[in-house]
């Protein structure tokens, strides 16, 4: 084949290409627009304005409106979200949550971009398999909360702990037949922030830090380069690190700018020259002091320090200082090549690679299990040495109550310690009560999830409490 061929063979990809992406810009206009029409209960503009003549040749202008009236708003209610869910074939498929319940809108576009098909289908969601027995009432509530989420159409693994007091309870959930195990390795994205804040409050202990004492001291960089990098009337903190106060984007404006840069997996390539060059760019001087505003790159800074500190690797100083001690032999930032994490989906529910994080591996790139969580959260509940420390208030403003990393929220009037993560293809969630001696811990392999299901279990275990 000469290179003639080849470049039509290329010419006519892009065509097809971009008519593809044509057509579905256009089936997202559709359904935007008959969304607002449906839920306004104006069925007689949708039949005029977006079915073609064929269409309305098999089914008149009442049919339509009177089968939208009584067999489908009257059953499903208010569309409150939608989402497309097959864009390959020529007949597009839309999830519709409803006020009442879920279905399916297929639609196929004309060259005019009119309807000449249209079906509502109700939405079947997948067989939900439990180890859940739901023989007490904390069981039957979390059966009924997990069972909202997958109503939803979240599609994913669910490993969920409920510590009691000294009772420990695991459950799991998933859409198919194989359940994950308590031994299940799930990344925990930013919850791994609370595990770098403990290592900075057992430095602090160790007089290797002071808590307000000026970062540029304790990065291996040198401080004249960094010039900038304070406010106009004081230094940025270590505390200010901690509580996501340090005026520090959430994330490098050059990000994309890493070599071989992969959307899927952002932090992979980021380097320690990268990000130096990056704060040099940042200006403070005219800024006085800065509110809350949560930062990745703030807790890279702290992984930087304490390898600076302790002239040794971040895993090393997790392994001596906090993960050995306590058996959390299954927390680790990177898994050897016999370890394998349970396979994560994104928000489109598509196969989601694993994170690389180097430079930004104490922002979010442990992995752990059901298991080592459990123990990690009863030594806090334990709320002895430096976990202890790890709940002192550093900082709050109207909305934000902020420990070691934990954000602190009263629910039923109990302060609640609470820490998320997320990933493409993983989420976390832990929450507990020291006064109630309470605690949840959730892993999924789902980038979508939210936490919905650790709130409201909370909620319902300090209640019964």
Known sequence: MNSVDNMKRIILFFILLLTSYHFIA????????????????????????????????????????????TMVYKNFGVIKSYKIQDTTSKIK?????????????????????????????????????????????????????????????????????????????????????????????????????TFTAWLIAKAIEENKLSLNEDIRNYLPFSKDSLKNLRFKDYNITIKNLITHTSGIPRIPSDLSKQKKFDINNPYKNYTYNQLFNYLKTLDFTNDTSAAFNYSNTGYALLGIILENIYKDSLQNI??????????????????????????????????????????????????????????????HLNNTSVFATTHHILYQDHINTMGYAWFITSIKNKNVYWHNGATFGYYSFVGFSLDKKIAVVILSNSGKINDFIGVQLLRYLLTIK
């Open 26 to 69: 256009q089936s997202t206009k559709v359904i935007d627009d008959m969304v607002l029409l449906y839920n306004q209960q104006k069925f007689s503009e949708m039949y005029a304005q977006y079915f073609n003549e064929s269409f309305k040749t098999n089914l008149s202008h009442n049919d339509f409106v009177n089968f939208l009236n």
């Open 93 to 193: 498929s839309w999830l519709l949550i409803g006020q009442n319940s879920m279905m399916q809108w297929q639609l196929e576009l004309d060259n005019h971009f009119k309807l000449n098909y249209f079906q509502v289908l109700p939405y079947k969601t997948s067989e939900i398999y439990s180890s859940n027995t739901k023989s007490s009432s904390i069981e039957k509530y979390l059966d009924s909360i997990v069972t909202k989420h997958f109503e939803k159409g979240f599609k994913s693994d669910l490993s969920i702990a409920v510590i009691v007091n000294d009772t420990v309870k695991k459950y799991f959930y998933s859409t198919t037949s194989t359940l994950p195990t308590d031994t299940t390795y799930y990344e925990i994205g930013s919850l791994t922030k």
């Open 318 to 379: 997790l392994n001596k200082n906090l993960l050995n001690a306590y058996q959390l032999n299954h927390t680790k930032l990177k898994l050897s090549i016999n370890e394998k994490l349970i396979q994560g989906f994104n928000s489109s529910e598509q196969p989601a690679m694993p994170w690389d994080m180097d430079v930004y591996k104490s922002a979010g790139a442990i992995k752990s299990n059901l298991n080592d969580l459990i123990k990690y959260i009863q030594m």
